[in-house]
């Protein structure tokens, strides 16, 4: 069992930027590709970005690409989201997720084991 905390939403104005945290507990976070994935109201999930077990490799909707950045720490067991030049566009409830894997339908949200319980990020125009 992994557990998943996220903290560091709130409200900003058009291009400012947040920092998304993403604190796992349980079962060994290492072992684990995290994803991020956003909500808004009356709209479906949709994948934003997820990084390997290792961190070697990054993914990115193209919405975001060159605004947002995923890391991890595995020291800390935890996963952030650096957004940047934040759109109105981006508010939404922000998840972050943990798999396996990255395997097919990842950005589909597929595959992701345990989910955390969200963070809202606001942005006005």
């Known amino acids: 069992q992994v557990q998943l905390v996220e903290s560091g939403g709130g409200l900003v104005q058009a291009g400012g930027s947040l920092r998304l945290s993403c604190a796992a507990s349980?079962?060994?976070?290492?072992?684990?590709?995290m994803g991020w994935f956003r909500q808004a109201p009356g709209k479906e999930r949709e994948f934003v970005a997820a990084?390997?077990?290792?961190?070697?490799?990054?993914y990115y909707a193209d919405s975001v690409k060159g605004r947002f950045t995923i890391s991890r720490d595995s020291a800390k067991n935890s996963v952030y989201l650096q957004m940047n030049s934040l759109k109105p566009e981006d508010t939404a409830v922000y998840y972050c997720?943990?798999?396996?894997?990255?395997?097919?339908?990842?950005?589909?949200?597929?595959?992701?084991?345990?989910w955390g319980q969200g963070t809202q990020v606001t942005v006005s125009s």
């Open positions: 997720a943990a798999a396996p894997g990255l395997n097919r339908g990842f950005k589909e949200g597929r595959g992701y084991d345990y």
């Open positions: 349980g079962r060994t976070f290492s072992n684990y590709a």
């Open positions: 990084i390997t077990y290792i961190g070697r490799s990054t």
